[in-house]
């Protein structure tokens, strides 16, 4: 099991930008698809963005262009930088990290984000 911290969650204003960091507790960060997945009361669990262990990045939708995942395999942390944040964006934001072979999954405890109008 990975340890995940996640830090970087808070209040914006819409338009504003915000940076998600998470730091995973493992020496075998590298072998990890390291992603960000968001929820909000109600509505089940879903992927904001991921990025595998080549350092290919993948996006939901909604994402439209304004976030932009990153990993860093030395210092084992993965960030999402997110920017022209709208109310929509408003969620509690959960690190991932699925095990590249086995697909074990860990979660961190989750930071939240709140995007006022």
């Known amino acids: 099991q990975v340890q995940l911290v996640e830090s970087g969650g808070g209040l914006v204003e819409a338009g504003g930008s915000l940076r998600l960091s998470c730091t995973a507790s493992?020496?075998?960060?590298?072998?990890?698809?390291m992603g960000w997945y968001r929820q909000t009361s109600g509505k089940e669990r879903e992927l904001v963005a991921n990025i595998d262990p080549r350092g290919d990045s993948n996006y939901a939708d909604f994402v439209e262009g304004r976030f932009t995942i990153s990993r860093d395999n030395l210092k084992n942390t993965v960030t999402l930088q997110m920017n022209s944040l709208k109310p929509d964006d408003t969620a509690l934001y959960f690190c991932n990290a699925e095990h590249f072979i086995s697909h074990r999954r860990s979660w961190g405890q989750g930071t939240q984000v709140t995007v006022s109008s």
């Open positions: 493992t020496s075998a960060f590298s072998v990890y698809i």
